[in-house]
Antibody, heavy 116, light 108 residues
């Protein structure tokens, strides 16, 4: 079955950096678009970024463009999100999702807290 | 950017009752690329419906989606205990893909 496991979250100071990872299994990773979606505490969902099967097509929301970088390693069945210049408003649970358009599978999420 | 507005904000119902959730878009959703998700407390969202009316794999037939253009509806025919949760609509017809703010279905 499809399994997505995020890691790399934690507490970071404003202006700091974190790299999130998502390990995929149970499907042919290189056949699918992948996305990062986040949810601030007690709030709704926000689509941050997606990447095509080969990595040629990438999208970022305006809220993270220029600060976050999505990437993937199809040989390792892994998705990444490099987050730089973190702000308090980036505090959220970050989900990895298999998707192009709608997200048919989600990880359990990893919490990122940005605070001094 | 397409803004999705869900109503009502909260729906108070009893198990076994019918739930009707609305999602209205600020402009027409291309090709009716509209999905619905259920999120239980402490869990990741789960896709229920895609393409406005297609049930996702493993989703029971008490869930149905309808609508087109700017007005969409999720209907839950008979509420089960696990259906008391927050529901989100999401459009993927045009970038940026956007979510509604959610409707909470709570036990009356």
């Amino acid at each position: 079955q499809v399994k997505l496991v995020e890691s790399g979250g934690g507490l970071v100071k404003p202006g700091g950096s974190l790299r999130l990872s998502c390990a995929a299994s149970g499907f042919t990773f290189s056949d699918y678009y992948m996305s990062w979606i986040r949810q601030a505490p007690g709030k709704g969902l926000e689509w941050l970024s997606y990447i095509s099967e080969s990595g040629e097509t990438i999208y970022y929301s305006d809220s993270v463009k220029g600060r976050f970088t999505i990437s993937r390693d199809n040989a390792k069945n892994s998705l990444y999100l490099q987050m730089n210049s973190l702000r308090a408003e980036d505090t959220a649970v970050y989900y990895c999702a298999r998707s192009y358009g709608s997200a048919d599978s989600w990880g359990q999420g990893t919490l990122v807290s940005v605070s001094s | 950017e397409i803004v999705l507005t869900q109503s009502p904000g909260t729906l108070s119902l009893s198990p076994g009752e019918r739930a009707t959730l609305s999602c209205r878009a600020s402009q027409s959703v291309s090709s009716n690329y509209l999905a619905w998700y259920r999120q239980r407390p402490g869990q990741a969202p789960r896709r229920l419906i895609y393409g406005a009316s297609s049930r996702a794999s493993g989703i029971p037939d008490r869930f149905s989606g309808s609508g087109s253009g700017t007005d969409f509806t999720l209907t839950i025919r008979r509420l089960e205990p696990e259906d008391f949760a927050v529901y989100y609509c999401q459009q993927y017809g045009s970038s940026p893909w956007t979510f509604g703010q959610g409707t909470k279905v709570e036990i009356k």
